[in-house]
Nanobody, 124 residues
Framework: QVQLVESGGGLVQAGGSLRLSCAASGRAFSSFTMGWFRQPPGKEREFVSAINWSGGNTYYADSVKGRFTISRDNAKNTVYLQMNSLKPEDTAVYYC?????????????????WGQGTQVTVSS
């Protein structure tokens, strides 16, 4: 069993930055692919970013490429999402998730464990 707890969300003005953290409990964190997804108001959950077990491979949605950076610290069982140049359209509940393997990393159905989510609101 893996438990994931997100933190770092909040209200920020457009152009600002936030760093989300996701702390994992349980074994084998360092073997999991970790992903960030978001769900804007009234919309479906969408892929944001993912990172493989070692941190050597990272993946981004086109909408956040160049603005967001995913990273992980396996010693701390934590994955991060640094979000810069935030836009109002980035407003959403952000979720972290974990899974074994990396194939199909954009597909939320392939992730086994999820956090409770953290709200990010970007004002214009």
């Amino acid at each position: 069993q893996v438990q994931l707890v997100e933190s770092g969300g909040g209200l920020v003005q457009a152009g600002g930055s936030l760093r989300l953290s996701c702390a994992a409990s349980g074994r084998a964190f360092s073997s999991f692919t970790m992903g960030w997804f978001r769900q804007p108001p009234g919309k479906e959950r969408e892929f944001v970013s993912a990172i493989n077990w070692s941190g050597g491979n990272t993946y981004y949605a086109d909408s956040v490429k160049g603005r967001f950076t995913i990273s992980r610290d396996n010693a701390k069982n934590t994955v991060y999402l640094q979000m810069n140049s935030l836009k109002p359209e980035d407003t959403a509940v952000y979720y972290c998730a974990s899974r074994a393997g990396v194939y199909g990393y954009t597909d939320h159905a392939r992730y086994d464990y999820w956090g409770q989510g953290t709200q990010v609101t970007v004002s214009s």
